[in-house]
């Protein structure tokens, strides 16, 4: 388990794409730590960077540059193979649009993780049912995604990115589709986890609404992340 204080780190980072011979940056030698058992934004207009970050911390993507430090080992010196592991035991990740499996039930979609960790039987039904009750869906657990508003898919698709108890929880924009009020429902579910189980979430969003909430708040600027929080 992974205990330190500065879960997540940025060091020296930077980070790139090519169009054809174009270079198009997103952040330059930034050198940032997302801390253990607390919730950090990234904020910043739509294409800034912010799921590209994310990308990053979860080992989906790889720096141009400078290092991504998770428990204080380089994630950027495992393959691409030893990510995946990395990813499927430590992190939990969270969408706008949820993302669930449409043609798995509720229940099948969050023991889906636990299958990837090799959690199967009486065992992984159990903590199913047990995260679903945590996001109050216990009575939706056969039915299939679609007949679910969009804060029941959102409070489905928590319980299954928390299902097999990932230190690092990555929200990309998880309320951009949904209602205020669902918003302030989903945004307390979320934050009650850091609280309550010392996790680290990192949550990026365009809207400034959330920044009172967060412990700490970065925005994408001129290629660098300026601390606002
Ligand atoms: N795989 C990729 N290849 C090339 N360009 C990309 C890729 N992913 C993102 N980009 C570009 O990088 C910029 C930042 O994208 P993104 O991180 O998705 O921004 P945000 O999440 O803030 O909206 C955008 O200009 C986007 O087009
Ligand atoms: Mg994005």
């Known amino acids: 388990?992974?205990?330190?204080?500065?879960?997540?780190?940025?060091?020296?980072?930077?980070?790139?794409?090519?169009?054809?011979?174009?270079?198009?940056?997103?952040?330059?030698?930034?050198?940032?730590?997302?801390?253990?058992?607390?919730?950090?934004?990234?904020?910043?207009?739509?294409?800034?960077?912010?799921?590209t970050l994310l990308?990053?911390?979860?080992?989906?993507?790889?720096?141009?540059?400078?290092r991504v430090l998770v428990n204080n080992s380089s994630l950027s010196d495992l393959s691409e193979n030893e990510r995946t592991l990395f990813r499927r035991k430590h992190v939990g990740i969270i969408f706008q649009f949820f993302y669930l499996i449409p043609s798995l039930t509720v229940l099948e979609n969050i023991l889906f993780p636990l299958e990837l960790n090799n959690i199967s039987g009486n065992k992984s039904r159990k903590l199913a049912h047990e995260f679903l009750q945590k996001v109050d869906l216990n009575d939706k657990a056969d039915v299939f995604p679609d007949t679910l508003s969009g804060g029941e898919q959102q409070r489905a698709a928590i319980a299954r990115a928390i299902v097999h108890d990932p230190q690092i929880i990555i929200a990309d924009e998880p309320t951009g589709n949904l209602d205020s009020k669902t918003r302030d429902q989903i945004i307390n579910i979320l934050l009650n986890l850091v609280s309550d189980k010392n996790k680290t979430l990192i949550l990026a969003t365009h809207s400034e609404d959330l920044?009172?909430?967060?412990?700490?708040?970065?925005?994408?600027?001129?290629?660098?992340?300026?601390k606002i929080k």
């Open 1 to 51: 388990m992974i205990r330190e204080h500065n879960c997540v780190q940025f060091e020296s980072l930077s980070k790139s794409y090519f169009d054809g011979d174009k270079e198009i940056k997103i952040v330059e030698d930034i050198s940032v730590s997302f801390p253990n058992g607390k919730t950090t934004l990234i904020l910043g207009r739509s294409g800034c960077g912010k799921s």
């Open 55 to 66: 990308n990053l911390i979860s080992g989906v993507d790889v720096p141009s540059k400078g």
């Open 211 to 226: 920044i009172d909430l967060s412990d700490n708040a970065y925005l994408i600027e001129n290629l660098k992340l300026k």
